[in-house]
């Protein structure tokens, strides 16, 4: 049973920082996909940052230079560093991984940008 579960979200100052955890649990960690997605209030779910099965790194062009996903194996455990938040990466962020050819979200955990 895959479980993914979310921290770190919270209220924030624009230029401040945030870093995301996601406590992984039924994948091979390291192996399998995973990503960070985002829903903006109104909008439809994006995914943000995203670790291959190959260690490759993509980030979504809205995030690139400010925000950094990494993972640590031997916790099972993937990060979001988010840097120089701006008040447009409000939203719930959701941790997501595949494996199987099925796709798993976390329940999210919001992050608020203030002006």
């Known amino acids: 049973q895959v479980q993914l579960v979310e921290s770190g979200g919270g209220l924030v100052q624009a230029g401040g920082s945030l870093r995301l955890s996601c406590a992984a649990s039924?994948?091979?960690?390291?192996?399998?996909?995973m990503a960070w997605d985002r829903q903006a209030p109104g909008e439809e779910r994006e995914m943000v940052a995203r670790?291959?099965?190959?260690?490759?790194?993509w980030y979504s062009p809205s995030v690139m230079g400010r925000f950094s996903i990494s993972r640590d194996n031997r916790k099972s455990t993937m990060y979001l560093q988010m840097n120089l938040l701006k008040p447009e990466d409000t939203g719930v962020y959701y941790c997501?991984?595949?494996?199987?050819?099925?796709?798993?979200w976390g329940q999210g955990t919001q992050v608020t940008v203030s002006s």
């Open positions: 997501s991984a595949a494996r199987q050819g099925a796709d798993y």
């Open positions: 039924g994948i091979i960690f390291g192996i399998d996909p």
């Open positions: 670790i291959g099965s190959d260690g490759s790194i």
